[in-house]
């Protein structure tokens, strides 16, 4: 294992670009993926100005392309890193995962550069905003050539200028070491670990919990062995989405009869005092998968069109949501709530609105002190102008200066005093630094 550490804790380069291309042909014979007759094509329907086209074609192309890497480490790995239990063996990645997921899951990994996850999600969000139906046939809304060479321009250089990324590889070597070797307490990886952002914790906890599920003899004894080392280490800075998963995985492993695992896990959670967090039964699944669709159409294409429906069955789940798919839950109703630079599903803001409101203060206090320091697509619509600036029209003055007292987070404390004074940039700036803290974005 020793030997995959520096490649488990680095990004993959990312291919230079010039930082003027004089013209679509130059750029786009730098995309290695991309075939002459795929080539020829988009330079064609470029220079033919169909730039909703190409770029459609290129983003579907690119975003096809990362989802096949991806999906090379196996639809079980893919299912806990997401914390998706509607994902098994016999799903189609393709429509399984929206491409905001195939995109944080591919930075979290060394896929892709931070930089290159954020020019992807500015494009994905460019791609949407102009393939949705009301726009059509209104000159104002038609995008740019610029815009256009921006969209291509990102592709190529975050994905379709490979031939193909390693990185996944290298990180199924690191996958198979947690599996085959057991790690001791001088073990440099753990040094690294502990050291690493958070999004490495996540990281390591849903690799160790897909092993356990799916591992046997002595696969399972070296999983959970690993388990009972690096998670006890970890504990005290996961937070409750993470700690969760863990309680949930236990539960599962025992209803499932597999007693050898469920054992092993047993273990964890008595050397950390964690079974507050098993839950006392499957309610907490149904909530889970209905945010996860919720989450689906926020984060794919038509969206504006396609989040009412999902949203009102999650309304009409029930007005108390579970803790354990809590998490979820409030991160799919306020990504619906704030929407992207674009805009918002104005059908889907009623229930959203009516959603928030039945929310305790309790619960909004779990969020600030618990969930909100790692939520990467919360703070990352924060850092934008438009859905911060929806933000800041969410809480009252007086609920504000009610939970201040209870936040333990100076980030947090902050970002809630610079939300009551309306002051959008440095709320921008806040959830930015915390973007980059979590180990997204460039330092």
Known sequence: MENNIA???????????????NNISELVSLGMQLSSKDQSQIIRTFEDGS????????????????????????????????????????????QAISEFEAIK?????????????FRLKQAMQTVTHFNQPELEDDPENELTEEEAKIIVRSCIQGILGYNRIEAAIDFKNFRTDLEEKTLTEDSVYIYKLIQSP??????????????????????????????NLIIPKIWEGLKHPERYQIGRSYSELFADGKNRAASGLKQVLLK?????????????????????????????MNNFYNEPAPLRTLYNMGSVIPIPAFPVCITAILSVRLGNWYGVS?????TA???????????WVFFFNELLETDDRILYKLTQ???????????????????????????????????KEKKQSRVNKIASEMYVKLGYGDK
């Open 51 to 94: 730039y909703e086209m190409v770029s459609t074609y290129i983003w579907t192309k690119s975003i096809n392309s990362l989802r096949n890497q991806l999906s090379k480490m196996g639809m079980s790995f893919i299912a806990e890193m997401l914390d998706r239990p509607d994902i098994n063996e016999h799903t189609n990645l393709q």
């Open 346 to 350: 104005r059908a889907a803001q009623d």
């Open 7 to 21: 490649v488990l804790w680095s990004k993959t380069d990312t291919p230079v670009l010039p930082k003027k291309v």
């Open 385 to 419: 102008d438009s859905p911060s600036s929806r933000w800041m029209k969410l809480f009252s003055d007086k609920f504000i200066d009610s939970i201040l007292t209870q936040i333990q987070h100076r980030d947090i404390i902050n970002l809630l005093k610079f939300t």
């Open 272 to 300: 950390v005092k964690g079974f507050d967090f098993v839950p006392e039964d499957l309610r907490s699944s149904s909530f889970i998968k209905a945010a996860n669709e919720v989450l689906i159409a926020h984060e794919g």
């Open 105 to 117: 899951l591919a930075e979290e990994l060394g896929v892709i550069s931070p930089t290159s996850a």
């Open 198 to 227: 958070y999004f490495f914790h996540r990281t390591t906890i849903r690799i160790l919990l897909s092993l356990v599920k799916s591992a046997s003899g002595a696969q399972l004894e070296n999983s959970l062995a690993n388990s």
């Open 353 to 363: 609105t009516e959603m928030l409101k039945n929310i305790t203060q309790e619960r």
